[in-house]
């Protein structure tokens, strides 16, 4: 059902220097699936992340934040329970994972990251996780995906290399999500590494600016997760990308393959049968220029329009005219791909419903709305609702 | 479909002295249906109104707004299409419209408010509505009720008695709306009539008070129309009712018929199969019980849980959390009705999920979520996302 979307081989991910994956079948909801990965990074790595600004943020989200001050040498990942709503109790079931991978590895509990997605408001069992452990085996970066999709059809992954001054760096990064998908910070889940040498602060910046052009870009259907976490490790046994030309060359290659993760999600959206990008362009700031791109994505009667390559396009105006934004209409036009439909806030007298069926009847194509009174913009990837939303989510679970 | 909503008949309806009513078929959309009616005033008679905050506010919205200045004789209101999103033409012919009705009833066209609703950005057939006019049959409230519904399967009117100092007075109404509802002021189109005399100043608080306890409380999709309007008229033939106990007796009655018409409008939403009351206790204000009220009701993935019975209730605290409000989530309750799910902030120990299935089974139940921070409450009414949500968008108009 992915709109464009095919799963990567383990030959397309190049394995990050510096970084080792181990991947286990613990039981956590269902036997006999990969649901857990242990990321070990060697000393001297430095690690930087985003997190949910839900209220209900996680616990593992909230001890992750906590451990981040440390030196990080591993991550633990869980699929099919997100240990969110769970008050106290989940607190000390995350440590308790953080503890048993730390005793596993030689470490302090305290260096570990934990982050788990699933059901929420039940809790987390963090003995199976524990009892796995031993069972851990060496995996790909594939692997790794596999062990973190829920309602995922297909495992998200992607990689680069990026030449530097001083040699060849790595940037190979994996996601999951379909539902619940509306990152206020960064993706449900998402781990980006390099084996590049980053300064802790430049780390900090690029993840933030990296989300902000990726995970921080699409939405399935506005609800952001109790555990988005996006997480840019550097394990620095690679060439140094300090600063200047080289750091501006890593940052590209990261925020290609955060982008690359980012539109997998929204291509893989739960029922997605439309790729769309929602361009707002010649606004008076990019915040106005989301805002309306966000309107216009999270309305449920456009996105169904979408779904019916339905050309029922005032709905998109109506969008337009509820973003809270304070407008002039009658300087507004709407495109759908090249497709002039409304021009100066009312239908083009130009305009054919054919062209705009022929355009929405394909699997990806742009809406594109000008504002005509500045010169900001912004772009936001979403998919359309279908039937298979309403059947994934009234049957997940059951 | 509706969930617990069953047609009036005619005789359910108090016919409001001062008050005459129009119906034709003037074939806007489709031939053979009723989709036009006119409503004709008394002189001396007040009308209020509060109206859509949708930027792309619908040219017959601008007319009626500035037509209220003056002493209203006659409302006209149509069916099929919505006269939105068509720039200069579609005011033009809305005022044709005014002008021909005007003329049928020896009025000027600035007496005459009109209303639109049905299909965006496709142009008013106008000169349909004027041939039709010669054909206005005389109607009840019930005709008038069916010759507005778009989406709706069921028409919505509601009526009361109300015994005041000066006599027995009259309070009767009607509306439409399934999809695009989330007013902001005032649902899609709902009009509300009474025979006491209410002073002006009095009838404009009356207006926004009422809207504030119904159609500002009910969302399907969350998606405020473009056309939204409701109107309240007292043609004051009736009882006096221009301040204190008759005034507020008068309000309460008014009250109740607008919400029984605003809760139509959600057992009629669109694919509804269940009706469900979110209610937010104790918070610090109002405005914040509200907001995480629109939260939850707004949410596709508490929306589908509700579809399909399913206490995947972790949804709804992501969705407080989601909701904007600055919260400490350690101290929030959840409730199904009487079943406690969360303590605070955390599943509740005693709960067992076969108690939230058997309340979510029933067509009608309450989620209540208890902050524990304060004495405010909010209440939304709202429905389920179910299958025929998206067949009924994606098959609109096709």
Redesign the interface.
């Known amino acids: 059902m992915a709109v464009n979307l095919f799963p990567p081989t383990a030959a397309d991910l190049h394995p990050v220097p510096g970084v080792e994956l181990g991947v286990a079948m613990a039981g956590i909801r269902r036997p006999g699936r990969k649901d857990l990965f242990v990321m070990r990074l060697g000393q001297g790595a430095r690690v930087a992340g985003v997190f949910t600004r839900?209220?209900?943020?996680a616990a593992p989200v909230i001890l992750a934040k906590k451990h981040l001050r440390n030196a990080v040498r591993a991550l633990v990942v869980n699929t099919g329970n997100?240990n969110?709503?769970?008050?106290?109790?989940?607190m000390r079931r995350a440590f308790c994972v953080c503890e048993a991978v730390g005793k596993k590895l030689g470490i302090k509990a305290s260096q570990v990251l934990p982050f788990s997605t699933g059901?929420?408001?039940?809790?987390l069992p963090a003995e199976r996780i524990a009892a796995a452990l031993p069972d851990l085996k060496p995996g790909t970066w594939l692997d790794a995906a596999e062990a973190i999709m829920t309602t995922d059809t297909v495992p998200k992954a992607a990689s680069r290399k990026v030449r530097l001054a001083g040699g060849e760096a790595t940037v190979t990064g994996i996601a999951k999500g379909a539902?619940?998908i509306r990152p206020d910070m960064a993706t449900m889940l998402g781990f980006i590494a390099t084996d590049a040498k980053v300064p802790g602060v430049q780390l900090k910046k690029l993840v933030k600016a990296t989300a902000d052009r990726s995970f921080n870009c699409v939405t399935v259907?506005?609800?952001?997760?109790?555990n988005d976490s996006f997480l840019l490790i550097a394990t620095g046994v690679g060439p140094s990308a300090s600063s200047g030309k080289d750091l501006a060359k890593l940052a590209e290659a990261v925020t290609q393959v955060a982008q690359q993760l980012a539109q997998a999600i929204i291509r893989d959206g739960e029922g997605a049968t439309k790729f769309v990008t929602v361009r707002v362009e010649r606004g008076r700031s990019e915040a106005e220029c989301r805002k309306i791109a966000y309107a216009i994505a999270?309305?449920?009667?456009v996105k169904?329009?979408f779904?019916?390559s339905?050309p029922?396009?005032?709905?998109i105006?109506?969008?337009?005219?509820?973003?809270g934004?304070?407008?002039d209409?009658?300087k507004v036009d709407l495109f759908i791909d090249t497709v002039r439909v409304?021009r100066?806030?009312?239908?083009d007298s130009q305009y054919e419903e054919k062209q705009a069926i022929a355009a929405m009847k394909k699997p990806e194509f742009l809406v594109r709305v000008v504002l005509n009174r500045g010169k900001a913009a912004a772009a936001v990837w979403t998919c359309d609702?279908?039937?298979d939303?309403?059947?994934i989510?009234?049957?997940?679970?059951?």
């Open positions: 839900n209220r209900f943020c997100a969110a709503g769970t008050g106290r109790d989940g059901v929420i408001m039940e809790p539902g619940m259907d506005g609800d952001t997760s109790t999270h309305s449920p009667l169904t329009a779904f019916a339905d029922n396009l005032g709905r105006l109506a969008a337009v005219g509820n973003s934004v304070d407008l209409t009658s409304a100066s806030g009312s239908r609702l279908s039937f939303y309403v059947k989510n009234a049957e997940y679970r059951t």
